[in-house]
T-cell receptor
């Protein structure tokens, strides 16, 4: 079963709206979570690294004021797309590494498809 | 910079056919390499991985060998099934034990009965 839950799976909203996406680790704690963005027929691109108890680390070119990340607890990170516009429409995916598993890559959420009208 | 190049799809095969999905990478140092699979309607799942040169990752009949000399990590399966229909992503990890991944664009595989 899923070990990382992402919600909502699909959201459609008007331009100017702020949208919050949640990423939860279900049966383990994650001090770090990653947020990716995927355009149609493109790779997943890392947007930011969410750190529990500290500020997120953003990749070059990602607007931190546009994409607010809050790692509220050891099992929850949220991504808020503020004042969303049509160009923000995309597929957003979170992932979380299971701590203590050595070089074990992350568990992924099912993604959130965001459509801004 | 670091990057992953994956053969473009879609790839359509008949059941029991041999599968190869090519993946090459560009990276500094010695990254770990991964194949992820995304079945319809589901999230990404780790299929297999290799952490150093000449390592072979294998799972569910799929194999891939880390080839440093050709900077490749091609995915192979001897006999595909309809249930293998999915999108396959090649990826590398350069950020340490649990760092973020750099992905290829993904290759959609459709297997016909």
């Amino acid at each position: 079963g899923a070990v990382v839950s992402q919600h909502p799976s699909w959201v459609i909203c008007k331009s100017g709206t702020s949208v919050k996406i949640e990423c939860r680790s279900l049966d383990f704690q994650a001090t770090t979570m990653f947020w990716y963005r995927q355009f149609p027929k493109q790779s997943l691109m890392l947007m930011a690294t969410s750190n529990e108890g500290s500020k997120a680390t953003y990749e070059q070119g990602v607007e931190k004021d546009k994409f607010l990340i809050n790692h509220a607890s050891l099992t929850l990170s949220t991504l808020t797309v503020t004042s969303a516009h049509p160009e923000d429409s995309s597929f957003y995916i979170c992932s979380a590494p299971r701590e203590g598993m050595g070089n074990q890559p992350q568990h992924f959420g099912d993604g959130t498809r965001l459509s801004i009208l | 910079g670091n990057s992953v190049t994956q053969m473009e799809g879609p790839v359509t095969l008949s059941e029991e056919a041999f599968l190869t999905i090519n993946c090459t990478y560009t990276a500094t140092g010695y990254p770990s390499l991964f194949w992820y699979v995304q079945y319809p309607g589901e999230g990404l799942q780790l299929l297999l991985k290799a952490t150093k040169a000449d390592d072979k990752g294998s799972n569910k009949g799929f194999e891939a060998t880390y080839r440093k000399e050709t900077t490749s990590f091609h995915l192979e399966k001897g006999s595909v099934q309809v249930s293998d229909s999915a999108v396959y992503f090649c990826a590398l990890n350069y950020g340490g034990s649990q760092g973020n991944l750099i992905f290829g664009k993904g290759t959609k595989l459709s297997v016909k009965p």
